[in-house]
């Protein structure tokens, strides 16, 4: 067979495998413009046929989660979104609470921000100090000052065991840099607002504010989407499987954030849940109690938010 045959029939391979391709594509990309032309006012996502799961109906699920609230004498706090339709539910998910080491979301938000500007180098190293090292929450602190990390390792390790040494390194790598206050932009970028002439203190936080972070990771709203996956990924792989990790099973990925205060008795847990289909965020509180009722009770929440979810 000669060298123009071989290329002719090439030829015909290849655009009959491009129209056969763009038939099967055409016909659905037709069905989508047929509707969302004969729809124009519903959402385009459901016309897609992405097979998501709508539901809107929610009162029955928050009656059962006050039901559960009234066993308590603690003070709880509650909020739910679910991500394929926007319902929500609040339960005192505006009432400010210690924020303990769900700070350490915002500030990876703000050093993955730092990395997108060219102001700092995930390869960058960082030696820690003795000032760095905190033996509250986390093991880094062992290793003892001198020891080198890069800037991801440090991250990696602030967010998937919550270490307060790697937090405090990332704080020092960032104030070299000049940036001084690493959570204020973030935090206002989610809605936290401070009064004219107000030091900013982040100390505190409510359910709302704290969603709004996963939910900008989630819609990639103030990193890009790679360090946004990066920053969940990390919050999937955390070996603290109490509180709502407890309540869904072990199949179903949750990237999650908690907050342990022992010292006012308050403790938090705020992520997002991959139900099939059916993705969205919890986040709870509790306090003025020890930590095993704290987990109790976000477990049953969190269990009893899976169930509704799945079975709707």
């Given amino acids: 067979m000669n060298t123009k045959k071989i290329f002719a029939l090439t030829v015909i391979f290849v655009v009959g495998f491009v129209l056969g391709f763009s038939i099967k594509s ?12 004969q729809f124009p006012l519903i959402n385009p996502t459901i016309l897609s046929d992405l097979n998501k799961h709508f539901i809107i109906n929610f009162k029955p699920l928050r009656v059962e989660l006050e039901k559960v609230q009234k066993m308590y004498p603690q003070k ?19 009432d400010e609470f210690t924020a303990a080491s769900t700070t350490k979301v915002p500030l990876a938000i703000s050093l993955f921000k730092a990395v997108e500007e060219g102001k ?65 932009p973030v935090y206002e970028s989610f809605g ?10 982040f100390t505190k936080i409510n359910l709302k504010t704290l969603s709004n972070m996963f939910l900008a990771l989630y819609n990639v709203k103030y990193i890009n989407a790679a360090n946004s996956q990066q920053i969940l ?6 070996p603290f499987n109490e ?40 986040c709870a ?18 269990r009893m938010v899976y169930d509704y979810v799945i079975n709707n």
């Fill in 26 to 37: 055409d016909s659905r990309t037709v069905a989508i413009v047929e509707n969302k032309s």
């Fill in 76 to 94: 709880t706090y509650v909020y739910f979104l679910y991500l394929n339709s926007g319902s929500w539910i609040g339960l005192n998910e505006r």
């Fill in 120 to 184: 700092i180098n995930f390869e960058d190293v960082y030696t820690l100090d003795a000032s760095d090292l905190d033996k509250n929450f986390g093991d880094l602190y062992m290793v003892g000052p001198g020891e080198s990390l890069t800037v991801r390792e440090l991250a990696k390790i602030m967010l998937e065991h919550s270490d307060n040494t790697a937090k405090n390194a990332l704080l020092n790598s960032l104030e070299q840099l000049g940036i001084k206050n690493p959570l204020q």
């Fill in 192 to 201: 936290w607002t401070f009064d004219f002439g107000e030091n900013p203190n």
């Fill in 233 to 238: 990924d990390y919050l999937t792989n955390t």
């Fill in 243 to 282: 509180k709502i990790r407890d309540g869904v099973p072990n199949s179903i990925l949750v990237a999650h954030k908690i907050g342990v205060s022992k010292n006012d008795e308050t403790f938090s847990d705020c992520g997002i849940v991959y139900a099939p289909n059916r993705n969205y965020i919890l």
């Fill in 285 to 302: 509180g509790f306090n003025g109690g020890n930590e095993e009722k704290a987990n109790e009770f976000m477990k049953t929440i969190s």
